[in-house]
């Protein structure tokens, strides 16, 4: 991990740009950047159409969960991103985030219109169900469309990471592609018009009581 670090100006980010660049398409990419102490962060980058980088999102939740210790070799973030992409207002998560509730809905007062979750998620007894589960209940309690591309599994690998399950979500939670367990390429359509329908029928956001607290 430490060792294919890049700083966002090296080589495969650069590539990245002028791939983004010459096919005038949006790109969001997971990287590691060299942090302080022998680390790294775990980042999202953000290019968009005319290959300029306009976000780099340190993912803030580290996996210290299930026997594994991301921390040690993993510097956290600190600050959530929202970038305009492709006319939306993309909100970026990564992996273990989407655990967490909180950076999510900090992401739609931010003004994010779509959730964009990465992930290379941990294989193992349920997980693959989890991650199924709370990609759905980000898209819910939002009412917000999520895109959560996970990474497909090593068949050589055991108990290694990546259990696939591409998916693109709808504001009501309904999975308009899933993509499976398995390596696979999908274009999906968001529908804006969707979600101003679903938020008029279903005004979560507009009903949050942040003041109420316990006696």
């Known amino acids: 991990m430490t060792e294919t ?3 966002l100006d090296g080589p495969f980010v650069t590539g990245l740009a002028e791939a983004a660049r010459e096919h005038g398409t949006a790109v969001i990419a997971g990287v590691f950047e060299p942090a302080e102490g ?3 962060y775990n980042t999202a980058v953000a290019v968009d159409e005319t290959g300029e980088l306009v976000a780099a999102y340190r ?3 580290l996996f210290d969960s299930f026997g594994s210790r991301e921390s040690e070799l993993v510097s956290p973030g600190d600050a959530p991103a929202v970038v305009s992409l492709g006319g939306l207002r993309v909100g970026l998560i990564t992996c273990y985030d989407v655990r967490f509730p909180e950076l999510a809905r900090a992401l739609v007062d ?3 219109d779509v959730f964009a979750v990465i992930a290379a998620w941990g294989t ?3 997980k693959e169900e989890h991650w199924v589960t ?3 209940a980000r898209a819910i309690e939002n009412t917000t469309w999520t895109i959560a591309v996970g990474q497909a599994p090593n068949p050589f690998v055991q108990d290694g990471f990546g259990v696939g399950r591409s998916m693109l979500v709808d504001p009501m939670g309904v999975a308009r592609h899933d993509l499976g367990p398995g390596t696979a390429v999908e274009v999906g359509e968001i529908d804006q018009g969707l979600t101003e ?3 008029r ?3 979560s956001l507009e009903h949050r009581r942040l003041g109420v607290t316990r006696s």
């Open 134 to 136: 709370l990609v759905k």
């Open 59 to 61: 993912k803030i939740h």
């Open 197 to 199: 329908i679903v938020r």
């Open 38 to 40: 022998g680390r790294v």
């Open 201 to 203: 029928t279903l005004p």
């Open 5 to 7: 670090a890049e700083p």
């Open 124 to 126: 193992g007894p349920m």
């Open 110 to 112: 931010e003004g994010a």
